[in-house]
Nanobody, 124 residues
Framework: VQLQASGGGLVQAGGSLRLSCAAS????????VGWFRQAPGKEREFVAA???????SYVDSVKGRFTISRDNAKSTVYLQMNSLKPEDTAVYSC???????????????????WGQGTLVTVSS
């Protein structure tokens, strides 16, 4: 599976962005897809994930502001980010994996395929 992340950019605090993760190479609908982010000087952090069943999971800091969704017909997963804060500034990467159990969604090592990152910068 090849993943292509896009949609990053510069936005003011309170604004919105929608990230896209487009997949190719294998049937997409059976994969769990996650978004992770890494800010300068910090470790990679789980943001959100959506399983093949469309069950979703979010880190507490983005609940109520971010929404992950998928369009299997387009082999694309979206991350709608609203009410953005300066602390959301990071490089966002998408990843995919098969048969990831719920308790393992937040671990980068659970995912087999990674796309390149897209930079999100939120100005205050």
């Amino acid at each position: 599976v090849q993943l292509q992340a896009s949609g990053g950019g510069l936005v003011q605090a309170g604004g919105s962005l929608r990230l896209s993760c487009a997949a190719s190479g294998r049937p997409f609908s059976s994969y769990t897809v996650g978004w992770f982010r890494q800010a300068p000087g910090k470790e990679r952090e789980f943001v959100a994930a959506i399983r093949y069943s469309s069950t979703t999971s979010y880190v507490d800091s983005v609940k109520g502001r971010f929404t992950i969704s998928r369009d299997n017909a387009k082999s694309t997963v979206y991350l709608q980010m609203n009410s953005l804060k300066p602390e959301d500034t990071a490089v966002y990467s998408c990843a995919a994996g098969a048969r990831i159990i719920l308790s393992a969604l937040t671990y980068p090592t659970s995912y087999d395929y990674w796309g390149q990152g897209t930079l999100v910068t939120v100005s205050s």
